[in-house]
C-alpha cells in the first residue's frame, strides 16, 4: 500500500493554496466544502476562485510565494503551471512538516487527492496514487451509481440515536446486529423511500419494545425485467442484494436471480400454462408467513409487478395483513421486446397509441373487445399469446383489421438467443406453425413491425420474409 487512506478534518483549519487559475479553483472548492479557511497566493486570481475565497472567509494575497506562509497551515497545495515554483512549494513543505500536495506531480506530493463519492457524513474515496486518476474517476462513477443518495440522511439519522442504542444494549455484538438489522432493512428504506419520520419512529419503537430483536418484515415486488440483468433497477438490484428470501416466477431469467443476495433462499413460485408451481393464492401466504417472521421477502417477477403480474393482487393480501411493502417497477416485455427488435410502438406517422392486451383467453374462447383493438394508427401488444394465435388473428380479421396488417412475434426478447418471426395476420399462424418460436413470446400487431427490417439492430435470427417498410410520409 503506497498511501495510507486518511481523512483529514479542516473545519476552520487554515490552508494554503499556491496558484490562482482553474486548477486553484477546483482544489479551493473541495476544501471549502470541508469547511477549510483558505488562503491563496498567486500573481493573478481568477474571478470564480475570488468569489469562493470572498464566500467562505478565504483570503487571496496577490504576489510572490515564500515559505513564511507554510506557518500554522495544517495542509498546502501547489496548483501553478511552474514547475520549479511547485518544486520549492515542495521542499519548504517537507522542510516545515507540513503535508503538501502538487498537482499532477505524484513524485512531489505527501498526500493526494482521492476521486470522491460524498454521501455526508460518509464520504468515500478513491485513489491510485496518482498513477491512474483516470481510472479512480471511472471507479467513483460506478460507485455513484450504486450508492442512493439518502445514505448521507441514514448516517445522519443513526448518529441522533448512537447513545440511545449505547445505554440499551451492553455488548457491542448485540449493538453490531440491531445497526445491521436498521441500515439493511426496513428502516433504511423508508430512508431511501423519503420517508425519515416513519424511518425514525420505527427506530424508536424499536428502542422501546422489550423484545427489540423482533419485527414484522417487508415485502419488495421487484420487477426483474425482460431477463437482461443490465436492464434492472439500482433499486431493485440493491433490494435483491438485501433479500432473506427469493420467492422468484418462471420468467425471470438466470442471470437476474444470479444477482440475488448468496445466502438468500429461492423459492421457485412460476406458473406457466396449465401448470402452477404454487397457486396464486399459495404464493400470497407464503409472502405474509415469511414477512411475519421478521424476513425481507423479495417477490421477483419477470418484467413490470403492474403490466399482467398480478402484484396488486399480491399487495392486497398484504395490506389486509399490514405487512409493509415497497414496490420496484420493472422494463415491460412489450418495451423490451420492440425496443430490442427495433420496433418502435408509437411512430407519428403510423400509430398515436399502444393497447397491452393479454393473450390468455378464458375458457380458450375470445372474451376480448376486438372492437376497440382493430382502430388504425395503433399498435396491439399481446402478452402470453402464442397459444392462443389462431384466435386471435383470426379474430382481428373478422372485426375489420386488414388481413395484410404486418404482425411479428418475438420470443425470448432482450437474451442472446432473441427471434423475430415477422408476417400478417393472414399468414403468422402458419409461419409460427413451421418455426415453433418458443414461449416466452410477444405478439406485436400493427404497422409499426414494417420498420424492423430497418431498425432492426439487436442482431437477433429473423425467420420469416421480411416485410417491406411503410415509406414514411413526407
Known amino acids: 500500500m503506497d498511501y495510507l487512506p486518511l481523512f483529514f478534518k479542516l473545519t476552520n483549519q487554515d490552508v494554503l493554496l499556491v496558484g490562482g487559475g482553474n486548477v486553484a479553483l477546483r482544489k479551493a472548492r473541495l476544501l471549502c466544502r470541508a469547511g477549510a479557511k483558505v488562503t491563496v497566493i498567486?500573481?493573478?486570481?481568477?474571478?470564480?476562485?475570488?468569489?469562493?475565497?470572498?464566500?467562505?472567509?478565504?483570503?487571496a494575497i496577490i504576489g510572490e510565494y515564500h515559505s513564511a506562509l507554510l506557518d500554522n497551515k495544517m495542509l498546502v497545495i501547489a496548483a501553478t503551471d511552474?514547475?520549479?515554483?511547485?518544486?520549492?512549494?515542495?521542499?519548504?513543505?517537507?522542510?516545515?512538516?507540513?503535508?503538501?500536495?502538487v498537482v499532477d506531480s505524484p513524485k512531489l506530493c505527501t498526500f493526494v487527492f482521492p476521486a470522491i463519492v460524498d454521501r455526508s457524513p460518509v464520504v468515500i474515496g478513491i485513489s491510485s496514487g496518482g498513477s491512474a486518476p483516470?481510472?479512480?474517476?471511472?471507479?467513483?462513477?460506478?460507485?455513484?451509481?450504486?450508492?442512493?443518495?439518502?445514505?448521507?440522511?441514514?448516517?445522519?439519522?443513526?448518529?441522533?440515536?448512537?447513545?440511545?442504542?449505547?445505554?440499551?444494549?451492553?455488548?457491542?455484538?448485540?449493538?453490531?446486529?440491531?445497526?445491521?438489522?436498521?441500515?439493511?432493512?426496513?428502516?433504511?428504506?423508508?430512508?431511501?423511500?423519503?420517508?425519515?419520520?416513519?424511518?425514525?419512529?420505527?427506530?424508536?419503537t424499536k428502542l422501546t419494545n422489550e423484545d427489540p430483536e423482533h419485527q414484522v418484515g417487508e415485502v419488495y415486488l421487484v420487477g426483474g425485467g425482460p431477463g437482461d440483468p443490465e436492464l434492472l433497477t439500482f433499486k431493485a438490484l440493491r433490494l435483491m442484494q438485501q433479500a432473506d428470501i427469493v420467492l422468484y416466477d418462471a420468467l425471470v431469467s438466470e442471470a437476474v436471480l444470479d444477482l440475488c443476495r448468496r445466502d438468500a433462499d429461492l423459492v421457485f413460485v412460476g406458473k406457466k400454462r396449465d401448470n402452477h408451481a404454487v397457486p396464486q393464492e399459495g404464493i400470497n401466504e407464503l409472502l405474509v408467513k415469511h414477512a411475519k417472521l421478521g424476513k425481507r421477502v423479495v417477490r421477483l417477477k419477470g418484467g413490470d409487478p403492474f403490466i399482467f403480474g398480478r402484484g396488486g393482487e399480491?399487495?392486497?393480501?398484504?395490506?389486509?395483513?399490514?405487512?409493509?411493502f415497497q414496490v420496484v417497477p420493472g422494463i415491460t416485455a412489450a418495451s423490451a421486446c420492440s425496443t430490442f427488435s427495433g420496433i418502435p410502438l408509437t411512430h407519428r406517422n403510423y400509430a398515436q397509441s399502444v393497447k397491452f392486451v393479454t393473450g390468455q383467453l378464458k375458457n380458450r374462447t375470445s372474451d376480448l373487445n376486438?372492437?376497440?383493438?382493430?382502430?388504425?394508427?395503433?399498435?396491439?401488444?399481446?402478452?402470453?399469446?402464442?397459444?392462443?394465435?389462431?384466435?386471435?388473428?383470426?379474430?382481428?380479421?373478422?372485426?375489420?383489421?386488414?388481413?395484410?396488417?404486418?404482425?411479428?412475434?418475438?420470443?425470448?426478447?432482450?437474451?442472446?438467443?432473441?427471434?423475430?418471426?415477422?408476417?400478417?395476420?393472414?399468414?403468422?399462424?402458419?409461419?409460427?406453425?413451421?418455426?415453433?418460436?418458443?414461449?416466452?413470446?410477444?405478439?406485436?400487431?400493427?404497422?409499426?413491425?414494417?420498420?424492423?427490417?430497418?431498425?432492426?439492430?439487436?442482431?437477433e435470427e429473423v425467420l420469416a420474409q421480411n416485410l417491406s417498410p411503410v415509406k414514411a410520409e413526407q
Open 42 to 59: 498567486s500573481h493573478r486570481v481568477c474571478d470564480e476562485l475570488q468569489q469562493l475565497l470572498d464566500a467562505n472567509q478565504g483570503v
Open 82 to 101: 511552474d514547475n520549479e515554483l511547485n518544486e520549492r512549494v515542495h521542499f519548504d513543505a517537507v522542510e516545515n512538516n507540513t503535508p503538501v500536495n
Open 134 to 204: 483516470v481510472l479512480a474517476r471511472l471507479l467513483r462513477a460506478r460507485l455513484e451509481t450504486w450508492i442512493p443518495k439518502s445514505y448521507g440522511k441514514l448516517a445522519s439519522i443513526a448518529n441522533h440515536f448512537r447513545d440511545q442504542v449505547k445505554q440499551k444494549f451492553s455488548t457491542v455484538n448485540h449493538r453490531r446486529v440491531f445497526w445491521e438489522n436498521v441500515l439493511q432493512g426496513q428502516i433504511a428504506e423508508k430512508v431511501f423511500a423519503g420517508r425519515e419520520s416513519e424511518a425514525i419512529r420505527l427506530i424508536e
Open 314 to 324: 399480491e399487495l392486497e393480501t398484504l395490506k389486509a395483513h399490514n405487512i409493509p
Open 370 to 459: 376486438f372492437d376497440e383493438l382493430v382502430h388504425p394508427n395503433q399498435t396491439v401488444v399481446f402478452y402470453m399469446g402464442l397459444h392462443t394465435l389462431p384466435v386471435l388473428s383470426q379474430k382481428l380479421i373478422e372485426h375489420g383489421k386488414p388481413s395484410d396488417t404486418p404482425v411479428a412475434i418475438v420470443s425470448r426478447g432482450t437474451s442472446a438467443d432473441q427471434k423475430v418471426l415477422t408476417g400478417t395476420l393472414k399468414n403468422i399462424t402458419e409461419l409460427q406453425e413451421k418455426a415453433q418460436l418458443p414461449a416466452p413470446a410477444l405478439i406485436i400487431v400493427g404497422e409499426v413491425v414494417s420498420l424492423h427490417e430497418n431498425l432492426s439492430w439487436f442482431g
